[in-house]
C-alpha cells in the first residue's frame, strides 16, 4: 500500500514538475492599446455629423479604457448639460464595457448610481472593443432618447472600425 502511494507521488511531483517546467516566465508588463487623439476626434466629429443629419445638436465624449476623456464636443446649439452628461454616459460604458440601453437594465444600477462614482446608466453610450482590444468608449448627449443617442455614438465607432481592425 505504501509503495502505491510513494509511487503515486511520485507521479504527480512528475507531472506537477512538467508542467511547470512547460510554463513560460510570468509575464511583467501588459500592453494596452489606446487611442490617438486624431482617432478620437473622428469618433466625436461622425457622432456628431450623425446626430446632425437627423437634426439634433449633441455633446459628445470619447473616453479611454479607464473611464478618463480623450475628446469632449460640443455641438453649437446642443444645451451644455449634454457634455456631462455623455461624459458619464461614456465612462459607465466604458467602466462595464457595454451599450448603455444593456446597462439601463443592470440590476445594481440603483446603488451604483447613488454612490455619485459618475456613472449613468442610461442609453447613449457605445463601448470601443475592436479587433480584441479594449480602447473605451463614446458617449453622447442631447437627443430625444438614448436609443438614438446611442445610434450617433454607434457612427462614430463605425467610422473608424475598420481602420482600428486592420491594425
Keep these: 500500500m505504501r509503495t502505491g502511494i510513494i509511487t503515486a507521488f511520485i507521479i504527480l511531483s512528475g507531472t506537477i514538475g512538467t508542467a511547470q517546467a512547460a510554463d513560460p516566465q510570468p509575464q511583467l508588463t501588459v500592453k494596452v492599446a489606446q487611442l490617438t487623439l486624431e482617432t478620437a476626434?473622428?469618433?466625436?466629429?461622425?457622432?456628431i455629423e450623425d446626430c446632425r443629419k437627423a437634426g439634433y445638436s449633441v455633446a459628445v465624449t470619447v473616453v479611454d479604457r479607464d473611464g478618463a476623456a480623450q475628446v469632449s464636443e460640443r455641438d453649437t446649439l446642443a444645451a451644455p448639460v449634454a457634455l456631462k452628461i455623455s461624459a458619464?454616459?461614456?465612462?459607465?460604458s466604458a467602466m462595464f464595457q457595454s451599450k448603455g440601453t444593456d446597462l439601463e437594465k443592470f440590476p445594481g444600477?440603483?446603488?451604483?448610481?447613488?454612490?455619485?462614482?459618475?456613472?449613468?446608466?442610461?442609453?447613449?453610450s457605445v463601448p470601443i472593443n475592436v479587433g480584441g482590444y479594449i480602447y473605451g468608449a463614446i458617449g453622447v448627449s442631447g437627443t430625444p432618447s438614448g436609443a438614438l443617442d446611442e445610434q450617433c455614438a454607434q457612427a462614430g465607432l463605425d467610422a473608424v472600425n475598420d481602420d482600428l481592425a486592420m491594425q
Design 88 to 92: 458619464e454616459k461614456a465612462y459607465t
Design 109 to 124: 444600477r440603483g446603488a451604483l448610481g447613488t454612490a455619485d462614482a459618475g456613472l449613468l446608466f442610461a442609453g447613449g
Design 41 to 47: 476626434l473622428k469618433m466625436a466629429a461622425a457622432s
